[in-house]
C-alpha cells in the first residue's frame, strides 16, 4: 500500500473516522473537502493534513490523490462518485450508495467501463466474528438457512428537537432508517447468508410528525448532549420505524425491525441466522461474542480468539484472543482489503470488499420496499429495478 494517497469529502461524524482509520493503516490523507472551504481549513489544520480544497471540482483533479473517500450527505454520493471515477480515482463511497437504483446502476456501468475500484463502506461486515459466522455458513456447520431475523435499534432521533440532515429528503432521500441503517443489515444479511431477496412486504411509521429544526447545522449525533437556540417546526416526511419481511430466493424467510427513536438503544444491531442444523446469533452491542445454538447439545459462546477461527478469516482479527475489537477496527480492516486490491494490481480477481454491486443491490431493495409500503402488498425484487418501475 506504499504509496497511495487519499482524500476525503465531507468531515462530519464519518469523514473524521474516515480519516482515523486510513491513519492507522499507514495510508497518506492528503487533502480534506468541507461544507466550507473554512470547516475544510480548520480540518487541516487541527489534523496535520497539508490541504484542503475549495470545491470537489478542486479535489477530484488533483493529480496527487488514488483515491477519494466520499462521506458526504447522501445527495451528493452520486455527483461525486461519478466525477472521481470519470477522473481516474478509486471510490469508497458511504451509504447508501445513491438515491435511486437508476443513479447506482449508473455508477455500476461506470465502474465497470473505467476497470476502478469502486467500494461502499459497509464496514460492519468486518467484525472478526461477522467474518467467522460467515465462513461457518459457507462451510455448511450450520446446515441450511431457514431464516433470518434482527434489527438496528436507535435513540439519537427520539425527541422532536433532535435533528440531523437525514431527516431533510432533499439530503438524505425519500427514506431514512431504511436508507440510514437497515442498508446495513440487508447488506449483512445477504453476505452472511449468500442468498438474495425475491420478495419483501413492509410497514413505514413517523411517531414525531413535527420536529423543531435548528436554524444552524448539527453534527450527526451532538443533538443528544445540546439543545438548538433557535429552532423552527418542520413536517417530517421520513420513517422513524420500519417493519420488513423479506422471502429470499429459495425459501427462506427473514424479519427486520428499524427504528432511530427507540429509547436506551445507542446502536443496537443484531442478527440471528436459524439453520437446519445450528444458529448463529450476534449483536453489535457485545460484538467479541458469537452464540452458536444446537438443540440437541449444549449452546455455545465464542469469545473471539483468532487461534479458535476460521483460518481463511483469522487474519482479520487484528488483536489476539482477550484484546476486544470493536467499531473503528472495523473500518481499518475495510480499508486494508480495499488499499490491498489496489495495490496488487489484479483487478481480474474477486474483489474482498463491498462494491458499487452491493451498494446498487441495496438500492433496488429499498425502492422494493418504498413500493411495498405505498400499496400495502408483497413486491418481487427485481435485480435491475428503475426509479420509475418502484412507482408503478
Request: net charge negative; proline share 5%; aromatic share 10%.
Amino acid at each position: 500500500m506504499d504509496g497511495l494517497r487519499a482524500a476525503v469529502a465531507g468531515l462530519g461524524f464519518m469523514g473524521f473516522t474516515h480519516v482515523e482509520a486510513l491513519r492507522r493503516l499507514g495510508v497518506e490523507v492528503v487533502g480534506l473537502l468541507g461544507s466550507t472551504p473554512e470547516k475544510g481549513q480548520a480540518a487541516a489544520q487541527s489534523l496535520g493534513i497539508p490541504h484542503f480544497y475549495e470545491d470537489f471540482g478542486e479535489l477530484v483533479a488533483d493529480p496527487t490523490v488514488d483515491v477519494v473517500h466520499i462521506c458526504t450527505p447522501n445527495y451528493l454520493h452520486y455527483p461525486m462518485a461519478k466525477a472521481a471515477l470519470e477522473r481516474g480515482k478509486h471510490v469508497i463511497c458511504e451509504k447508501p450508495l445513491a438515491t435511486s437504483s437508476r443513479q447506482s446502476l449508473e455508477l455500476v456501468q461506470l465502474a465497470q467501463k473505467t476497470g476502478l475500484v469502486a467500494a461502499v463502506n459497509y464496514n460492519l461486515r468486518y467484525y472478526p466474528l461477522c467474518l467467522e459466522a460467515r465462513a461457518r455458513v459457507q462451510a455448511g456447520e450450520i446446515g441450511q438457512v431457514r431464516f433470518i431475523h434482527g434489527g438496528y435499534l436507535q435513540d439519537w432521533l427520539f425527541f422532536a428537537t433532535d435533528w440531523n440532515w437525514r431527516l431533510d429528503p432533499a439530503l438524505g432521500g425519500k427514506w431514512r432508517a431504511v436508507a440510514d441503517i437497515g442498508t446495513h443489515w440487508l447488506d449483512m444479511a445477504l453476505w452472511l447468508t449468500g442468498l438474495r431477496v425475491a420478495a419483501v412486504i413492509a410497514d413505514f411509521a413517523t411517531f414525531i410528525p413535527t420536529r423543531l429544526k435548528p436554524r444552524r447545522s448539527v453534527d450527526t449525533f451532538a443533538g443528544k448532549v445540546t439543545a438548538p437556540e433557535e429552532a423552527e417546526e418542520v413536517q417530517v416526511q421520513t420513517e422513524d420505524y420500519a417493519a420488513i419481511l423479506l422471502a429470499f430466493e429459495g425459501g427462506a424467510r427473514g424479519v427486520l425491525t428499524l427504528s432511530q427513536i427507540s429509547a436506551g438503544r445507542k446502536n443496537h444491531f443484531w442478527w440471528e441466522l436459524n439453520g437446519s442444523q445450528a444458529s448463529l446469533s450476534w449483536d453489535q452491542e457485545h460484538p467479541n461474542e458469537l452464540w452458536i445454538g444446537y438443540r440437541d447439545r449444549p449452546n455455545e459462546l465464542l469469545i473471539k480468539d483468532p487461534a479458535l477461527m476460521h483460518p481463511a478469516v483469522r487474519p482479520l482479527a487484528g488483536y489476539p484472543g482477550g484484546h476486544a475489537e470493536g467499531y473503528p477496527d472495523t473500518f481499518l480492516q475495510l480499508y486494508k482489503a480495499v488499499y490491498s486490491y489496489i495495490a496488487d494490481g489484479d483487478f481480474s480477481r474477486p474483489r474482498p470488499f463491498p462494491t458499487f454491486e452491493d451498494g446498487h443491490r441495496q438500492m433496488v431493495l429499498c425502492e422494493a420496499i418504498w413500493k411495498s409500503v405505498r400499496q400495502k402488498r408483497w413486491v418481487e425484487v427485481r435485480e435491475r429495478l428503475c426509479e420509475k418501475d418502484a412507482h408503478d
